[in-house]
RNA sequence: GCCCGCUUGGUGGAAUUGGUAGACACACAGGACUUAAAAUCCUGAGGCCGCAAGGCCGUGCCGGUUCGAGUCCGGCAGCGGGUACCA
């Protein structure tokens, strides 16, 4: 008998002859076609978790694939290093932000090796390395100086007891989440980017993105949110200056019933200046943290200003001038006007300050006596009660509207886009310094590209709240590269997401002396295959859209889209519970009673099993894949991930899961290392005129193999795991007698173990060396389907009488129409249905099914 | 609040993209092997009725289109992701 599979002695070795004959380094071999498959980096928190097990399974089952079909792969894997964490340790832990972040790289590398995931190592970048950031700085640089960067005011999050700015994740439920104080919003100097530049092209080149999944493509065109409407500039009653208002629905202005404008509009705070009352309720609305979720659900509320706008069309009409906390300064003018009939929120609005519901558009079926209680019509309809508008459709009232406004010189047609410029700089050290002086007399001096890169200080402490390098003197302090005057650098850095939108280029070009070199640019860009979560649907994939266009304008890249095919995964969620206290309990506290009852461990009390949730460390329903991989091994990990569920959709992670994956494992080895008769040698051609059960089985790992290839195209990983499982079950009830019969086993058992190449690496390696192969099996090309061998003569369909299946009959495939329903109306079971009524209809769906209707 | 998903046996899922619902697994039950356990192998199984043949019901809920709906359309509910400073 064999021996038990020993997987880390088994992986071991191989990830150490795949290192030293270095198989994963990317060749740049012109023969060959590239593919660039790349998933996500991560972000080096401290140890691997099972979502990083489980998006590293599947680009390397697609680097693995596309290799064995004869490209030149580029799978390389770097480190999203900077961010609050690493800041947040710092505090807490007292531990420089550098030296937790690069201990966490050490652990998770190896972490990473221990998986056998064929990466080129050799190319391996972290984000917080100056030889990386000092690209991005010069990158920057070329921004400004094309106009893609600059510099404004923004809102932030204000912890005025800690006095440092708070990211929206830092403010709880209108709090700072170490001060507990009411969080403010407050205006500071900020650096964006001109994403809106490029508003159009990221809107309409999403349809070019084919090979991304459409739920994301419709989720960044709803984030860009483009919309066709008009400006109006209101008269105001006793002054001279206009109110300016953006608006989807021109057709409805003498539907409107009042204005409003944003909490910090220029005429709220205008007004403020001598009302007191307005100034408290500006503060009040000041009083939320800065994000949409937060504004959007708070209570809608307004402060009547006494002020009237002049109605562009209705002589002697004035609407009323609010001051809302619904009204947003960042979209269109921030200010609008407001149509209770026509939008929910204005509706709402009016009722609660009691102002007028005009109806100006009614359904085409309805009366005159249209009228709306508490939900407004926002659909399509004719419009009423409108002047020169009235009995045209909304979309020609928006039309006419704007051409009146731009012949009275009132307002025009106009495009707004929900898209906002991005905001870049962080009030925080662990992050790439922004690479500008401050000086009183030249204003903003960009740094000379000699002095870049602009390193991060390391004598710096975090023993009190707020930005470090704000606090460090002598980094600040610099002479100004203009006129040579004391100048200070600036002390912002970098938001994150700008080191991640572009590291994917970096990676073909990693040690170049240039941010990108063009020839490697050509040889690997874009992304072919790029593999992550849902969760960055939006901002990391919107931004590095944007990215590429800014490096294509400053001359870098000739590409504007960095990734041609998307995948997204779900999450890896398991099971959660607590105590009888309420207190979470790791899955390692608690154990299955014989008697079906759940207690902990230490204590024996009662254990509620709670539902399935993300793994995270709060609800502490997390499995270390450190310990999973040393129980039972990277394959069969990997073999867990691909299992079950299909990519897409989130992972339950299973004890019972992983043992079944293991349990199979073994199978596998005990399959191939002890067939049940001696096999042929390696390399010995089939022999022709193959029958019987061994020609069975030809066509059974046939299939499987066109089968396979197919599932793993269209990432239905999960069904390929079903299929390779057939065909073992094929295999094991297989009975083999003769040569032809050891022939026809021994491809079905070369087929298994390539096919299982891509997933189980190491047990595939192991195998095919096993099975008397010298060379690599990473090296192998893909087999190829014999087509002659996944045909079949006969098909089962089945025979519904309306619509409900009364029969199965077998039949030649491809039969004659008319041969198919005699066959099918004389099955007995089929007779007994009609019961002697007459066949008004017979539907033959060739190769499918027959509906017999009467 | 808004945008995007998801919902199928005890469980994860499959269903040739409108054509035989439950492939392949997990868990479970029974059996074989074993002194015993583990491992392995075999068998069973959506629910209800029936000895069986077979029948009825069944893909979150309500309604629609169709010869035919898990799949398409309208509405609703629950859960999840994102919501611009978590990454």
């Not at 140890?47 to 694939?65: F, K, N, P, S």
């Not at 990386?132 to 809102?155: G, I, N, S, T």
């Not at 906390?325 to 609008?336: K, R």
């Not at 030649?812 to 089929?830: C, I, Y």
Request: with cysteine; glycine share 6%.
């Amino acid at each position: 008998m064999v021996e038990r599979y020993n997987a880390k002695h088994v992986e071991a070795k191989w990830q150490a002859e795949w290192d030293t004959q270095g198989v994963f380094r990317s060749q740049a071999d012109e023969t060959r076609p590239s593919y660039y498959v790349l998933e996500m980096f991560p972000y080096p928190s401290g140890r691997i978790h099972m979502g990083h097990v489980r998006v590293y399974t599947l680009g390397d089952l697609l680097a693995r694939y596309r290799r064995a079909r004869g490209f030149d792969v580029l799978h390389p894997m770097g480190w999203d290093a900077f961010g609050m964490p690493a800041e947040n340790a710092a505090m807490e832990q007292g531990v420089h932000p550098a030296e937790w972040t690069w201990s966490n790289i050490a652990t998770m590398r190896g972490q990473l090796q221990s998986m056998g995931l064929s990466y080129d190592w050799d190319r391996e970048v972290a984000t917080c390395s100056p030889d990386y950031y000092r690209h991005e700085q010069k990158m920057f640089l070329d921004m400004f100086a094309e106009d893609l960067a600059y510099r404004r005011e923004a809102w932030v999050n204000w912890d005025p007891v800690d006095n440092t700015v708070l990211a929206n994740e830092q403010v709880i439920d209108g709090r700072g989440w170490r001060s507990g104080a009411l969080v403010e919003r407050r205006l500071l100097p900020q650096w964006m980017f001109r994403i809106t530049n490029f508003a159009d092209d990221l809107l309409e080149s999403l349809e070019s993105l084919e090979r991304w999944p459409d739920s994301v493509r419709v989720m960044q065109a709803n984030w860009i949110g483009r919309s066709h409407g008009a400006t109006i500039r209101f008269r105001l009653a006793g002054r001279d200056d206009r109110l300016e208002v953006f608006t989807t629905r021109p057709d409805t202005i003498f539907g409107a019933s009042f204005c409003a404008v944003a909490a910090n509009h220029p005429l709220a705070s205008e007004l403020a200046k001598s009302d007191p009352e307005l100034t408290a309720f500006i503060a009040e609305c000041n009083r939320t943290g800065t994000s949409e979720a937060a504004l959007e659900t708070a209570e809608k509320q307004g402060y009547a200003t006494g002020l009237e706008a002049i109605h562009p069309f209705s002589d002697g009409v004035t609407l009323p001038i609010y001051v809302a906390n619904f009204v947003l300064m960042e979209y269109g003018t921030g200010a609008i006007f407001g149509v209770p009939a026509h939008d929910q929120r204005d509706l709402d609005f009016a009722r609660k300050y009691d102002l007028p519901v005009r109806i100006v558009v009614r359904p085409r079926d309805a009366g005159d006596d249209f009228s709306v209680a508490d939900e407004a019509f926002t659909d399509d309809g004719l419009l009423v009660n409108s002047d020169f508008l009235n009995g045209l459709t909304v979309e020609n009232a928006k039309k006419t509207v704007a051409e009146r406004l731009d012949a009275s010189g009132d307002g025009e047609a106009k495009t707004t886009y929900r898209l906002r410029d991005w905001i870049v700089s962080r009030q925080r050290y662990w992050g790439c310094p922004i690479p500008v002086i401050h000086c009183d007399d030249c204003g903003i001096v960009p740094v000379p590209d000699e002095d870049l890169p602009v390193t991060l200080p390391e004598d710096v402490s975090f023993d009190e709240p707020g930005n470090p390098l704000e606090r460090h003197e002598a980094w600040k302090t610099v002479p100004c590269p203009a006129c040579g005057k004391s100048a200070t650098r600036d002390t912002d850095t970098f938001d994150t997401f700008v080191d991640s939108s572009w590291y994917f280029a970096r990676f073909a070009c990693p040690n170049a002396d240039v941010p990108l070199e063009p020839d490697a640019m050509k040889r690997w860009l874009p992304v072919d295959q790029y593999v992550g979560g849902i969760e960055h649907a939006i901002l990391h994939l919107l931004y590095s859209r944007f990215f590429m266009r800014a490096l294509r304008q400053c001359g870098y890249v000739d590409f504007d889209e960095p990734f041609s095919g998307l995948l997204t995964q779900g999450m890896v969620c398991h099971e959660t519970y607590q105590d009888g206290d309420g207190n979470w309990l790791f899955p390692e506290q608690i154990e299955r009673r014989d008697d079906g009852t759940v207690r902990r461990l230490d204590d024996g009390s009662d254990v509620q099993i709670g539902r399935s949730e993300k793994m995270s460390k709060s609800r502490r329903n997390v499995v270390d894949p450190a310990d999973m991989i040393d129980q039972y091994g990277a394959d069969t990990a990997r073999l867990f991930m691909l299992s079950d569920s299909p990519p897409e959709r989130d992972l339950e992670w299973t004890e019972g899961g992983i043992e079944g994956a293991w349990r199979y494992v073994q199978r596998l080895w005990r399959m191939v290392c002890e067939p049940s008769i001696e096999l042929p040698p390696a390399g010995q051609p089939i022999p022709s005129g193959i029958g019987g059960a061994a020609l069975d089985l030809r066509k059974a790992t046939h299939k499987t193999i066109a089968a396979v290839s197919d599932d793993i195209e269209r990432f239905r990983f999960n069904r390929a795991v079903a299929r390779i499982r057939e065909l073992s079950n094929t295999i094991g009830d297989f009975a083999p007698g003769d040569a032809a019969d050891a022939s026809a086993l021994r491809e079905a058992l070369e087929s298994l173990v390539i096919l299982i190449g891509p997933m189980m690496p190491h047990l595939a390696e192991e195998l095919w060396r096993r099975l008397g192969f010298r060379d690599f099996l990473c090296n192998q090309p893909w087999p190829n389907a014999d087509p002659s061998l996944i045909t079949e003569d006969n098909v089962v369909i089945a025979v519904q009488v309306n619509g409900k299946k009364r029969a199965t009959v077998e039949i030649a495939v491809d039969s004659d129409q008319a041969a198919v329903e005699a066959t099918a109306l004389a099955e007995p079971n089929v007779i007994a249905s009609i019961a002697g009524k007459p066949v008004r209809k017979v539907i033959v769906v060739p190769n499918r099914i027959v509906n017999v209707v009467v």
